[in-house]
């Protein structure tokens, strides 16, 4: 079993910047997909960047292309969500998950291997 833990999330001010850290824990997830999700109230969850770990090929939405990176250290299990130039509508729950492959987290999301409890970011304009 795999456990995910992310960190990192606060009260930021528009335009201002947060970096999140997802650290996975358990056995080995191997080559994967890490891919980051969020969730605003009353709207539905988005996919929001992934990585993949095998050979670093990285997917970001159209809203946060040019603001968001995506990492991953594989020595430390850990992948990392840097957000630049933050603006209000990024406020949300954000969540780091397990998928398979990039296709699986962009065509398939419900298809996750694992799944974190989630880091609140919230941007004040």
């Known amino acids: 079993q795999v456990q995910l833990v992310e960190s990192g999330g606060g009260l930021v001010q528009a335009g201002g910047s947060l970096r999140l850290s997802c650290a996975a824990s358990g056995r080995t997830v191997g080559s994967c997909a890490l891919g980051w999700l969020r969730q605003a109230p009353g709207k539905e969850r988005e996919g929001v960047s992934c990585?993949?770990?095998?050979?670093?090929?990285?997917y970001y939405e159209d809203s946060v292309a040019g603001r968001f990176t995506i990492s991953s250290d594989n020595a430390k299990n850990t992948v990392y969500l840097l957000m630049n130039s933050l603006k209000p509508e990024d406020t949300a729950v954000y969540y780091c998950?397990?998928?398979?492959?990039?296709?699986?987290?962009?065509?398939?999301?419900?298809?996750?291997?694992?799944w974190g409890q989630g880091t609140q970011v919230t941007v004040s304009s």
């Open positions: 998950a397990v998928y398979d492959t990039i296709a699986t987290f962009l065509y398939r999301q419900s298809q996750y291997d694992y």
């Open positions: 990585i993949s770990t095998a050979d670093n090929i990285t």
